[in-house]
């Protein structure tokens, strides 16, 4: 280290705070209430390489914390100077912007003519133009279909607002004012950055300041490394699903070994699916730290060591194995919009695979599911076409080694803020019927996992586009732990308890009429634990707050109340009795029957036949392979797959 220790810790806080500053000038200046409400955004403080130095704790996104701006910073053509600040939203330029809404922006900061620094972060423009409003869909097949994508580009050059890309972004956009708006908060929260970090130079001096930064990546490398040493050696491998590689698709299998040895970790997705025919592909570029798979680990980081510092540093101990062609390592002109659903069942992944390694310091699976509703209407009260976000429905939290999992904020999705319903109602023509907590979701569990979060709403406007970004964890539920049951799946209802119902199952495009009720329920938390040993005062105490209904506490259980809610204490001694013990993973009934015919002998045997098609052929060939194995219940799959004839490119 080039720095004291205590003048480190005293930088670190100085660095954490600059970070903040920046943070609440956006969002106390965006326009849009999925930036000043939601808080999807990020912010970042950057070394001269790009590299992520601080991140504020508690405003914005916490998927960054060790994001990478290298490859972004150098594609701007013609280098820096003072004033310039830079733009990009394409997620194939630098892989820093991940889907097209997502407008990354960074400012150099100068000390005696040289970069010190940057001042970065992002923000999800709410409409990017594209194929739907909203610019995301899993209908959407290719990249080109999903918005306007900015190269790193000016957007200010030596202070100059660039007019021409200006104009470019506002006609390519169905919301301009609000755009703009948003772009302009950005703009004020890097500069409020190169000002906090001109502060600290004037502070610290700009030799210890460039030192400080360099130190704490070495520091958050340092505490990555020592719990990684805390943990077990060895190769701890798990899988999960994403209900549909598409609309009406097949399963999407995501797979990982992780591999620890001493104070370092591989983690290898040999084995997932390739890139899909729809929207749900990452786009990293194979970057082994790419910071899209590892938010899963930045939980289990903060999980196992509550202060540790993150950062870019913190992400060096870790080399991820991103198979190209594969969903995680997706070749242009792949479209990526939906890549936030597959990036929930990535985390869960990590989480699964983590927990192999540490049972007893781990939860279950968070809900993994966050749906997000916008509307796009005529708003009557301005006589303008207005797109909104209603709100994000987050789930349940996997019940935790200590206690019960978080109701209605599931752990790695809780950095998602709900909109106030006044002010939803207020700027988009929707009448919100109901929102809360849903009885019965949460996975049964010593300690059980949270509940899932329910929304009804409808609206007067003749001519509404809803899209529900992320619908998934409706057919594979998140899974329990150590004896525990999975959590409730997530549902998507129009007009529900009416002779009109309709399951609209993962569905995230939809048209209602006027007056249509749409109703959307999350995925609960798994649980963790035998349910048996559940202390029956617990149950009662969910009783009670109306978390879990009487049939359910017996069920589940084993807890009997009679028709007054009192204890029969008799019959639950005796349904406990015959309960049987669980302990081990559960991932639900519709994972078992999936892995039934699905075994490791046909994922190994589909894996080979992926692996000799070129990449832009694997997609189309996983839906041939999936029909054929449908439609030979009397064969087992890797017998299917075995027979199988590909179909050879012409000439070879």
Partial sequence: MRTDPVTLQVLRNHCRAAAESMATTLYRTAHSTFVKETEDFTIQLLDAQGKTCAVPLDLGATWYPGVDYEAAIALVPGGYQPGDIAMTSDPYSGYLSTHSPDTNMWKPVFHEGRIIAFAGGHIHNVDVGGAVPASLSRTLTEVHQEGLRIPPSKLYHAGRLDETLLRTIQTNVRVPDQNWGDLKALVAAVNTGERRILDLVRRFGVATLVDGLADLLDYGEKQARAVLASLPDGAYRFTDYCDEDGVGGDPLRLNLTLRIQGDAAELDFTGTDPQTLCSMNVPTGGHPRHSLVL????????????????????????????????????????????????????????????????????????????????????????????????????????GMPHRDGTDGSGADAAYLKNSPIEITEAEAP??????????????????????????????????????????????????????????????????????????????DLLNPAPGDVVRIVSPGGGGRGDPATRPVEAVLRDLRAGRLSPGAAKEDYGVVVDATGSLDEAATTARRACMTRREGFDGGRARRAHEARWTEAAYAAFGRLMASQPPAWRGRLKRQVFAAVRAAPDRSAAEVIAGFAAPKARGA
């Fill in 430 to 507: 929707v009448r919100i019927l109901r929102y809360g907590l849903m009885p019965d979701t949460g996975g049964p569990g010593a300690h059980r996992g949270g509940l899932a979060t329910v929304l009804e709403f409808t609206t007067d406007a003749p001519d509404a586009t809803v899209t529900a970004r992320n619908r998934d964890r409706s057919i594979f539920q998140p899974w329990g732990i150590l004896g525990g049951r999975p959590g409730a799946p997530s549902s998507f209802t129009l007009n529900p308890g009416t002779p009109q119902e309709k399951d609209l199952g993962n569905t």
């Fill in 295 to 398: 938010v899963g680990v930045y939980y289990v980081l903060s999980a196992l060591h509550p202060g540790i510092t993150l950062n870019f540093g913190t992400t060096r101990p870790f080399t991820c194995i991103l198979p190209e062609g594969s969903v995680v390592n997706p070749l242009a002109p792949a479209a990526v919009g939906m890549r936030s659903l597959t990036c929930a069942r990535l985390r869960s992944l990590v989480f699964g695979a983590f927990a192999q390694a540490a049972p007893e310091r781990l939860p279950a699976a968070p809900a993994g599911s966050s749906s997000i509703l916008n509307l796009a209407a005529e708003n009557i009260r301005t006589g303008r076409r207005s797109i909104a976000a209603i709100a994000p429905i987050v789930g349940g939290g996997g």
